[in-house]
Every structure is written in structure tokens, then in C-alpha cells.
């Protein structure tokens, strides 16, 4: 069993994500989905095998990749941003974009909303934001044995 914290739209809101540390040491993952990619800076130091970045829409210099495959513990994972896929309006291309990629999966950021939805047997995560300015809130993962399960959690605005 591999388990993960899932975050994203820090927008410079170091404060959120150093409450994350404990959390960071107690799992075996933190994926960052982007903007504010670079406020994991302090944690990248004390687990640089943990963490994934993914590039934003309003990260730069961008730090890590626009959108990656992750196979944890049998479950294929395709994380993004969502803002080269219209993540805003529609949930059909980040559906599609897993079917290519084989991935049963995706985790996704941009929209600062959080939710979980399934569209033709594939799971979209989106962890909310940690930013100032909005209800702040993280999506813990557990995968074991192909199968992941997701809880969305509200944490205290820093």
C-alpha cells in the first residue's frame, strides 16, 4: 500500500504547505498539480524522492513537467494542471487524454474547486486549492493492489 497527498493552486501560500510536513514525512507521496509549484522549494530539500511537480498556467520559471504518467502500487495515474485541457469547462478532454495513456486516473488542478468525478470508468481528482483566498483543501490518496481510493480534505485557511 503507497499512500499520497494530492495538492495544488498553493499560489504562493508557503504557509499551507509547510502545515503539510508531517503529513509529507508520513507518506510515501506529495504531488503538487501546479501554480505555486515553486512553494514546495523548503519541502523539496527534506524529500526530494516524494515530491512531483506539475507546471501551472501561472508558473514560472516552470519547475517540473506540464503532465506525467505515475504507476503507484498498480493504479496508472495521469496528472496535469488542466489548463491545456479546458478543465474549466469540460471534463471530456483529461477523459480522452487518459483513455491514450491507459490510465484509469486523472488528477487535476486550475478550476481551485475540489471534487471527484467518474466519466467512462476513468476517476478525476481535483484537490481544490491551498491559496489565501478561497476554502483551502487536499485530496489524501491510498493505493493498493490497482485500486486507489480518495478522500478530499478541508484544512483551517492559513
Known amino acids: 500500500m503507497k499512500t499520497a497527498i494530492i495538492i495544488s493552486d498553493t499560489h504562493g501560500n508557503r504557509a499551507a504547505v509547510q502545515q503539510l510536513k508531517s ?9 503538487h498539480l501546479g501554480d505555486g509549484s ?23 520559471p516552470k519547475t517540473g513537467e506540464d503532465e506525467t504518467v505515475l504507476d503507484i502500487e498498480g ?4 496528472a496535469t494542471h488542466g489548463h491545456l485541457y ?30 471527484e468525478d467518474e466519466i467512462d470508468g476513468i476517476t478525476l481528482i481535483n ?19 490497482g485500486k486507489a481510493i480518495f478522500k478530499n480534505v478541508a484544512v483551517k485557511t492559513v
Open 75 to 78: 493504479v496508472k495515474i495521469f
Open 38 to 60: 515553486f512553494d514546495l522549494y523548503p519541502l523539496l530539500a527534506e524529500f526530494p524522492d516524494k515530491i512531483y511537480r506539475i507546471n501551472g498556467n501561472c508558473d514560472f
Open 86 to 115: 479546458s478543465a474549466k469547462t469540460t471534463l471530456t478532454r483529461l477523459t480522452e487524454r487518459a483513455k491514450e495513456l491507459g490510465c484509469t486516473v486523472v488528477l487535476y488542478g486550475h478550476t481551485h474547486r475540489a471534487r
Open 127 to 145: 484537490p481544490g486549492t491551498m491559496s489565501r483566498y478561497s476554502e483551502q483543501s487536499y485530496t489524501y490518496m491510498t493505493a493498493a493492489n
Open 23 to 31: 503529513l509529507c514525512a508520513e507518506n510515501d507521496y506529495l504531488i
